[in-house]
C-alpha cells in the first residue's frame, strides 16, 4: 500500500501516539510504542470519511500577512480595552455590526471569525451562511462602515489569497 494510504492523516498518527504514550505514561515498554503506532495508523484511517476535505493554500505569503495581522491586532486591542476598561463607562459605545462575508469555505470563514474574536474588544455572536453575514459585537465603536472596512481590508482579503475555494 502506498504511503498516503496509510497515513491519511500524518500530524493526527503522531498526535494520536503521542497523547497514547502520555496516557499510559511508560516511554520504556516497546510494547506500549507498538499499540500506540498500531492505534496511531489504524484510528485515521478507519476515521478518514469523516474527516473533512481541506482546502489547498494558495499563497503562504498571504497567509504570513493574515497571521502578522492578527498577532498586531491583538497586541493593539489589548492596550485599547484596557484603557477603556480604566475609563468611564457612559463613554463606551457597544454596538452590534453586520459584516458581509465573502468567503466560502468553512475553514476560511472560522479563521476570519477566530481573528476578530481573538482581538480584545470584538466577538462574532454568529454566522449566517445563508445570507454571508458574521454578527459582531464591538465594545467600543464610532464607525460602523471603519469596522467593516477595517475588517475586511485586514482579515477577509488575506484569507482570500489564501484559499483557492473562495470567491475572488
Known sequence: MSRTTWLTH??????????????????????????????????????????????????????????QHMLFDITVANFHVARLAIGKVDQLQPRWVQIPCELEDDIAIFLLASAISLAPGT???????????LTV?????????????EIKQRYEQ????????SAL
Open 123 to 133: 466577538v462574532v455572536a454568529s454566522v449566517d451562511r445563508e445570507r454571508s453575514l
Open 10 to 67: 500524518p500530524l493526527g498518527s503522531l498526535g494520536l501516539l503521542m497523547v497514547w504514550m502520555l496516557l499510559v505514561d511508560d516511554f520504556t515498554s516497546v510494547g506500549h510504542w507498538l499499540l500506540g503506532s498500531c492505534l496511531a495508523l489504524l484510528i485515521p484511517r478507519l476515521t478518514r470519511t469523516w474527516w473533512p476535505r481541506l482546502p489547498r493554500i494558495r499563497s503562504w505569503k498571504h497567509l504570513f500577512i493574515f497571521a
Open 158 to 165: 488575506p484569507l482570500r489569497e489564501v484559499f483557492a475555494c
Open 137 to 149: 459585537h464591538a465594545l467600543h465603536c464610532d464607525d460602523e462602515q471603519m469596522l467593516i472596512a
